[in-house]
């Protein structure tokens, strides 16, 4: 599976970045720049297991989704298909109930 081309915005620290992919990549920067996030969004949408795993270290989508963005959108294009995701901020109402359960289960 090649993929051509990669389409990131709202994603964690990532507003908006488009990579086109060569045959060897590397990526490089400073630490917190959005290195793993570009491997962590093409991974979530391309369905390896990673919502698990991102579920531990961020229990709520919304922890997914750039703090100045309404919405996380990742496409990943293929040689033979499109792939991708559409990650949209929970209303407060959704989220309370769920703030409330995790604040009673820690009080415990």
């Keep these: 599976m090649k993929i051509k081309d990669v389409e990131i915005s709202g994603f964690k620290g990532i507003s908006k970045l488009d990579i086109r992919p060569k045959q ?3 990526i490089v ?3 917190n720049t959005g290195k793993t996030s570009i491997l962590e969004a093409i991974n979530l949408t391309l369905g ?5 795993m991102q579920r531990k270290y961020y229990p709520h989508v919304a922890n997914l989704i750039n703090i100045n963005a309404k919405e ?3 496409v990943v294009k293929l040689e ?3 792939k991708y ?3 949209t901020r929970p209303e407060l ?3 309370l109930p769920e703030f409330k359960k995790e604040l009673l289960d ?3």
């Design 80 to 82: 033979s298909e499109n």
């Design 106 to 108: 820690k009080i415990k």
């Design 48 to 52: 390896v297991d990673m919502f698990r």
């Design 72 to 74: 996380a959108k990742v």
């Design 85 to 87: 995701i559409l990650l």
């Design 93 to 95: 109402k959704e989220i």
């Design 24 to 26: 060897i990549n590397l």
């Design 29 to 31: 920067g400073k630490n």
